[in-house]
């Protein structure tokens, strides 16, 4: 089983340091995915945990005893730690870690304040997925789509062919397989199909400004993911799309863009914050008069 190696998890500073932001990896990775966006967020001095989804950063055969509800598990264990040392969590995930964070958001209303996702996807519908995974949308049994088994292809999720390969070597350098790094069974798909069911249902109900970065181009997962995203949330939405990178934004091409928008939002957050607390003792003053 993976250890707490891939977890990162920094303090914040200043005043920026108030806010904490908690970032989910994707579908079978690690927050290896995020760690420049996650270093980016540090830098200005917000407080940044990624923890290491159950099931995740070992074999396929770990990932596929697990359920999505084991990995929201994870998410949520992650925000009440996050939560007890900041006075406001946002929370931003990549590809089904979006999702994830997206229902942390619906079931905690009164403790995330904003969400960023990273390429959300629904569904894989990509110009790279196999054709054939989109039939396990129509799988009616879990036990059924156990039978089933999908690889993803090059590019991986990544446009820059340079960055592809070191993604690739450093995989290879941590001792897993090709099949458990890029390797889908319908097991797999199946927790995300229910994952997004149940998603699906919630975003009426989550009212907190979102972020949304999504590439024009993604590989796995079409930009029909997000322009359903944000017609269904139930606040506002900013939409970010990218026209030089694949689903991996926080690796890919523009992941430079990509951090510096996160640490944009982020300054909102905190600029909001000020004038409120401002207000509050000449509000306090007026009334004990």
Request: proline fraction near 4%; hydrophobic fraction near 40%.
């Amino acid at each position: 089983m993976a250890t707490d190696r891939y977890v990162y998890d920094q303090p914040g500073f200043g005043e920026n340091g108030r806010i904490g932001f908690l970032l989910v990896h994707g579908l079978g990775g690690t927050p290896v995915e995020l760690r420049f966006v996650a270093q980016g967020l540090t830098r200005a001095g917000f407080a940044v945990y990624c923890p290491l989804l159950e099931g995740h950063g070992g074999t396929e055969a770990e990932l596929n005893a697990t359920t999505w509800q084991d990995w929201y598990d994870s998410v949520a264990a992650a925000h009440e730690e996050l939560r007890a040392r900041c006075d406001m969590v946002v929370v931003g995930g990549l590809s089904t870690g979006a999702l994830l964070a997206l229902h942390l958001a619906a079931e905690r209303p009164d403790d995330v304040a904003a969400a960023v996702l990273f390429a959300p996807t629904l569904w894989p519908n990509g110009w790279a997925v196999p054709r054939a995974l989109r039939l396990m949308k129509y799988v009616p049994q879990k036990q059924i789509a156990n039978y089933f088994s999908f690889a993803e292809t090059a590019p991986y999720g990544i446009k820059d062919e340079r960055i592809r390969q070191f993604a690739l070597d450093s995989l290879q350098g941590e001792g897993r397989s090709m099949k458990d790094v890029f390797g889908r069974s319908g097991s797999m798909l199946w927790e995300l199909r229910s994952l997004r069911n149940s998603v699906r249902k919630e975003l009426g109900a989550v009212k907190q400004p979102t972020l949304i970065l999504h590439p024009r181009n993604d590989d796995q997962a079409d930009l029909s993911n997000t322009t359903q995203i944000q017609r269904e949330l139930g606040g506002l939405v900013d939409v970010v799309v990218l026209d030089d990178s694949y689903h991996m934004v926080t690796l890919d091409r523009q992941r430079t863009l990509v951090a510096d928008r996160a640490v944009e939002y982020g300054q909102r957050l905190v600029a909001k914050l000020q004038p409120r607390e401002a207000a509050t003792p000449a509000t306090t003053q007026l009334a004990a008069e």
